[in-house]
Every structure is written in C-alpha cells, then in structure tokens.
Nanobody, 125 residues
C-alpha cells in the first residue's frame, strides 16, 4: 500500500530555515504530482505547495512564494519542502500527499487520496 513518511520538522526561531522530506513507497512515484499541506491548531488544512510528476511545474500558496521551495528526486522517491525566512504564522503540522492521477486542482486537498502522518513545525518569535 501507499506509504508517505515525512521528516525534518522541528522548532526554529523566526527567520530560520527547515527542510522537510517526504519518502514515498508503494507507488510509481515518478508518475504522480505531489503536494504539501499544513494545518495549524483550530484551522482547516491548507495547501502550501505542489509539484508536477516531472518537477517541471510548481505551485505555491501566495504567502509562501519566494520563501519556500518544493522539489523532488524521483530516483529517491522523495519530495522536499525547503522553508526559509520562517514566520510564526508558518507554525503547523505539515503533511505531504500524493495527487490522484488526472487531478487538476493542485490546491484542493480532495485531489489527494494519500497522506503522510505529518511533521510538526514550530516557529518561535
């Protein structure tokens, strides 16, 4: 079965950086777009970034553009989220997810049938 395992979360001061990783198994990774979402306490899960199967196109939440970068290594079945210039409002549990084949709306969580367990990111002010 499909498994996604996130890592790289932690506690960082505002302005710092973290790199999240998501290792996938149980699927032909290179065929699927991937996404990162986050969920802060008391808030709905929201889209952060997505990348097409080839890595040729990326999409971002407006508030993270220029600060965060999504990338993938299809040889390692891994997708990354490099987060720079972190802000307290970036504090959340971050989830990676596999987009369904033929999906079109990269920002919709309903396009993603498989999810990891999440990794906590806490940014202190």
């Amino acid at each position: 079965q499909v498994q996604l395992v996130e890592s790289g979360g932690g506690l960082v001061q505002a302005g710092g950086s973290l790199r999240l990783s998501c290792a996938a198994s149980g699927l032909t990774f290179s065929l699927y777009a991937m996404g990162w979402f986050r969920q802060a306490p008391g808030k709905e899960r929201e889209f952060v970034a997505a990348i097409t199967w080839s890595g040729g196109s990326t999409y971002y939440l407006e508030s993270v553009k220029g600060r965060h970068t999504i990338s993938r290594d299809n040889a390692k079945n891994t997708v990354y989220l490099q987060m720079n210039a972190l802000k307290p409002e970036d504090t959340a549990v971050y989830y990676c997810a596999v987009m369904k084949g033929g999906g079109r709306n990269y920002a919709s969580l309903y396009e993603y049938p498989y999810w990891g367990q999440g990794t906590q990111v806490t940014v202190s002010s």
